[in-house]
């Protein structure tokens, strides 16, 4: 990925998300985004995963 910042997403059952964009208002809806999804299938079946890891990176580091 070539996007200035980054972001990543870790559950307890070790599923890893990961994507970038060039501004912090566009990574900040996406993760919104992400989190909703990831939310639904977890209620959807019945799973008992949760989010245990965000991180935010600028300048792709």
Do not use: P
Request: aromatic share 4%.
């Amino acid at each position: 990925m070539s996007a200035r910042y980054k972001c990543l997403v870790v559950t307890d059952t070790g599923q890893v998300f990961r994507w970038g964009a060039d501004n912090i208002e566009q990574l900040l809806e996406d993760l919104k985004v992400a989190v909703k999804k990831i939310t639904q299938v977890i209620e959807e079946g019945g799973a008992t995963q949760h989010i245990v890891h965000i991180a935010i990176d600028k300048n792709g580091n």
